[in-house]
């Protein structure tokens, strides 16, 4: 098969697009022709070897973790899907090796989930790890409830778009934390924004939230999250998925998971036009060394996704 793959760490420039084996398909995998693959910093830091103290990589390591494809082999304990369903997954395993930008990817049953009807390969690709991410967060670390008013940060992203329309469907009154250029996609997902701005950050809060916000959902970490700490409520949580100082400001460091439930209520909300899911650029997957550079200079409303293209 096709796919892209480094042998050694580093940036865009170790990736390598070529012939690679096969995967096998274990008893509890599913194989999964890969119609696209978005992109996630967490591919290029863990390519860097940012996360070589926590995971393996067995060189040569295909990168990506988010997927959308049609099944074309369930292993031989997998009762869960069959042959020509379309599915959606994150596909995190405890190493690097096997991963989704490439033609075929063996995933494990337990990271996969039918895709939402109502939206294409791309878009199905660009939810998994943000939409679980905010999900999760929302739901276990934050334990948001209606009535909350609920910041988050970088909330025209990719993980904050989504927390941001979750939280707003729990009920909650949400306030987004953006730079200046995303202050109308934020208003436009139902969230008041505040813009990143060291001096007046605190004051923009306490003026929309004068007691304090219930909880506070960090991603860019940084000094903005002792300021995040700085307007909680007396009884208010706070959790990042960006820095583990937020351990000693008493919240939480969260790590998303793959689960194949939350998973597939992500896809019923899409169905039902309570989530939407932005793309903002795609590129081939031969491109994909362009498409990882998209992702790092940041900026986009949106996620980014490499695509397969197979003849009809």
Not at 133 to 141: G, M, R, W
Not at 219 to 238: C, H, M, N, S, Y
Not at 279 to 290: N, Y
Request: charged share 25%; aromatic share 8%.
């Amino acid at each position: 098969m096709k796919a892209i793959s480094y042998s050694r760490y580093g940036g865009p420039e170790v990736l390598e697009y070529g012939e690679r084996p096969d995967p096998k398909v274990g008893p509890d995998d599913v194989l999964v022709k890969v119609r696209a693959a978005a992109v996630n910093p967490v591919d290029w830091k863990a390519q860097a070897g940012h996360l070589d103290g926590m995971i393996d990589a067995v060189f040569p390591v295909i990168p990506g973790w988010d997927v959308s494809g049609v099944v074309v082999q369930p292993g031989v304990s997998v009762t869960e899907f069959t042959v020509g369903d379309e599915v959606m997954g994150y596909v995190r395993e405890d190493f690097l090796s096997r991963g989704t930008f490439a033609e075929y990817v063996a995933a494990p049953v337990r990271t996969l989930a039918r895709k939402p009807r109502t939206v294409g390969f791309e878009e199905s690709a660009a939810l998994p790890l943000a939409g679980l991410t905010a999900y999760q967060v929302l739901h276990q670390a934050l334990a948001v409830r209606e009535g909350d008013t609920v910041l988050v940060h970088a909330a025209a992203g990719g993980v904050g778009a989504m927390a941001v329309q979750l939280a707003r469907h729990l009920g909650c009154r949400v306030i987004g934390a953006v730079r200046e250029e995303g202050r109308e996609r934020v208003e436009e997902l139902g969230a008041e924004p505040v813009v990143y701005d060291e001096h007046t950050f605190v004051e923009q809060i306490r003026a929309l939230a004068p007691e304090g916000v219930d909880a506070a959902f960090d991603t860019i970490g940084g000094p903005f999250l002792k300021q995040t700490a700085d307007v909680l409520a007396p009884e208010g949580r706070l959790a990042s998925i960006a820095d583990g100082e937020v351990i000693a400001l008493g919240g939480r460091y969260f790590w998303v998971r793959p689960n194949a439930e939350d998973l597939a209520a992500l896809a019923r909300l899409v169905d039902e036009g309570v989530l939407s899911v932005r793309v903002a650029r795609t590129f081939p997957l031969e491109q994909a060394a362009d498409a990882q550079r998209a992702n790092r200079e940041g900026g986009l409303q949106g996620k980014v996704v490499v695509t397969v293209t197979w003849p009809d």
